[in-house]
Every structure is written in structure tokens, then in C-alpha cells.
């Protein structure tokens, strides 16, 4: 398996240098510059590439596993893939980063909705339905023009606006058709006449170590999608709120999506495998090397 230590019924010895594990579909320039991090602090870094992962869910411990590190940080873009991971670290006691829980409920839109909204963070208002009559009669909740959301999905795809019912109809009309079991499942948004920006704040441990705006004349202003990123100041709003969603869905490493409204900051979505690119570009702080940092306290702590 592709940067894996070999098996081995070895134990792990703590006078060892600590050996960090990141999980990857592919090496973006995150992973990128996170292996340069790790590397420079000296550490034993590994990309475990999620294609040449075989879990043997009859391994009672790491080292017969062959996911034998002293932490995994998850880097991975198929988050059912490392959901899977994590949650067997988590089995045989490894410290991953984030847990398997909180990479759980980022992974679908309406969980991570209902962990804000339970938390009492401000997030604009989103019904579930399961039929296209419902979902229509949950737009009409919601008012026009209403957002609609794959539950699960990032890059800013599949998003729809619709201006009213006929609209709603022909596109939930279609998902349901077209798509998969996950696609039937109606998440409905308010839609928020935002400036034409959100703000991205990366959140690493107890603080948000970075923010910047994200510019598009698209109302999706994902990176992916070529929004424009400029520094975006950390006010304590954007630090408190930030953290407040990070904690109410247990991730210890998120970008988290906030948008300006009418009545101040709300949160969109709490991403745990938060893609930096862009903020790279905005700011000097060296974000791969606080979360190479954050791994470790994680890994001495056994966090998880
Ligand atoms: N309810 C909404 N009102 C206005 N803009 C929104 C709303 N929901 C999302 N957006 C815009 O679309 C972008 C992507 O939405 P998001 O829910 O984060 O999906 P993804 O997981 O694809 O990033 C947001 O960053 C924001 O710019
Ligand atoms: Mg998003």
C-alpha cells in the first residue's frame, strides 16, 4: 500500500519520532505544503492515498491494520471514504484529526443544519423533505427564490435557485429521476441576498487562524467555482461564530463558510476537510504548519 509502514507486530515505542499519517484521494497544494510542514518539523509523514486503503475490520489493533501511525489527519475528498478510516482508527485507538463523528455530520448538509441550528448559531432557515410535493411545499416555507442543496457535495455544485414552484418542480423533478438515493433527499434553504461575497474563516484548534472574503458575481461564491479571494480581517464576530459552529459540530480543523446578512454573520456549512488554497493566497500565516501542529498536540493528547 502506497506510503504505508510496513505491517508488523512491532509495538509502538514512544523514544520514536511521531508519526503522522494524511489521508488523501490526491495531493493538492494543501497536502502539498502539509507533507513540506511535516517534513521540515522532522516528522514521519505518510500520504495514505484512499484508493490503496483495504480495512480489515477483523484487526483488533493498528499494527495488524497497516494504519499504524500515532495520528491521521484527514485530507481526504471522499468523505464516506474517510469516514470509513476514521471510524476503524478510531477502533484500534488512533487519534485522528478531525474525529469520526464530526467528519460524519460535515459530510451531510442537513446534519451539519440541524447541529447549527441546535446549537442556537445563526444560519438561514433549511427544511428536509423526502417527496417533491413536500420539498415544494417546503420552498413555499422558505419563500422565493428558495436554494437547493445536495445533502452531500462541495465545489459549490448542484446548487439550484429556483424563483418558483414550476422551477422548483422540473429540477426536483429531475434529481429525483436522475440521481442517486442521496439526491432524493430535499434540502430546502432560504436564499440570502448577500453582498456578492461570503467569507471563508479557517479554524485550527481553539482559533481561527486565517479568514479571507470570496468574490464572484456568481450568488455561489465557492473558490472551486473561481471566486476571487482577498484577506477578510479576523473580527471577533467572525472568531466567535466561527468557533461557536466548529464546536457544535465537534471539528477541531474546518473552514467554515459565513455569510453577511441583514442582521449580522450566519453560518452556511462547517467543511472538515477545508480546502486553503485561496487563503494561501490572502494571508501569510503558515496554515499547513499550524495544522502539521495541531496533529501533534493531537496525537500527544489522544484526541479524537
Ligand atoms: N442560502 C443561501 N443564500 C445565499 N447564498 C448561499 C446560500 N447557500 C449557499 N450560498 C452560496 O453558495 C456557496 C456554496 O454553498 P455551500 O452550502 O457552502 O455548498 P458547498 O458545499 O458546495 O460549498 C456559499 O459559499 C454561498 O456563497
Ligand atoms: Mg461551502
Redesign the pocket.
Known amino acids: 500500500m502506497t506510503g504505508m509502514k510496513p505491517n508488523g507486530p512491532t509495538p509502538r515505542q514512544s523514544s520514536r519520532p511521531v508519526c503522522l499519517g494524511v489521508l488523501v484521494s490526491y495531493l493538492r497544494p494543501e497536502e502539498k505544503a502539509i507533507l513540506a510542514a511535516a517534513r521540515d518539523r522532522g516528522i514521519d509523514v505518510a500520504p495514505v492515498f484512499d484508493r490503496d486503503v483495504v480495512l480489515d475490520l477483523a484487526a483488533s489493533d493498528a499494527p495488524t491494520s497497516n494504519l499504524d501511525f500515532d495520528v491521521l489527519l484527514d485530507r481526504c475528498v471522499a468523505h464516506s471514504r474517510s469516514g470509513y478510516v476514521l471510524r476503524a482508527l478510531q477502533r484500534w485507538g488512533i487519534p485522528t484529526l478531525n474525529s469520526a463523528d464530526a467528519v460524519r455530520l460535515c459530510d451531510d448538509?442537513a446534519e451539519n443544519s440541524l447541529a447549527l441550528e441546535s446549537a442556537g448559531i445563526p444560519t438561514?432557515r433549511t427544511l428536509v423533505a423526502f417527496d417533491v410535493e413536500s420539498a415544494i411545499r417546503a420552498c413555499e416555507a422558505v419563500g422565493y427564490p428558495a436554494?437547493l442543496?445536495p445533502v452531500t457535495?462541495?465545489?459549490?455544485?448542484l446548487?439550484a435557485r429556483v424563483n418558483g414552484p414550476e422551477q422548483a418542480r422540473s429540477i426536483l423533478e429531475q434529481k429525483k429521476e436522475l440521481g442517486s438515493f442521496h439526491h432524493a433527499i430535499f434540502y430546502v434553504?432560504?436564499?440570502?441576498?448577500?453582498p456578492d461575497?461570503?467569507i471563508r474563516a479557517y479554524v485550527i484548534g481553539d482559533r481561527v487562524l486565517a479568514a479571507s472574503y470570496?468574490t464572484?458575481k456568481h450568488?455561489?461564491?465557492?473558490a472551486?467555482r473561481g471566486?476571487e479571494s482577498a484577506p477578510c480581517p479576523v473580527t471577533p464576530d467572525i472568531e466567535a461564530l466561527a468557533l461557536r459552529a466548529c464546536a457544535a459540530v465537534g471539528a477541531r480543523l474546518a473552514g467554515v463558510?459565513l455569510?453577511e446578512t441583514q442582521d449580522g454573520l450566519a453560518v452556511?456549512?462547517v467543511?472538515t476537510g477545508g480546502e486553503f488554497k485561496g487563503l494561501m493566497s490572502t494571508t501569510d500565516v503558515d496554515i499547513a504548519g499550524a495544522i502539521v501542529d495541531e496533529a501533534l498536540d493531537t496525537a500527544r493528547l489522544g484526541v479524537t
Open positions: 448538509k438561514p436554494v442543496k457535495g462541495s465545489w459549490g455544485r446548487l434553504q432560504e436564499y440570502i441576498a448577500k461575497r461570503d470570496r464572484a450568488w455561489v461564491t465557492n472551486a471566486a463558510d455569510i452556511i456549512e467543511n
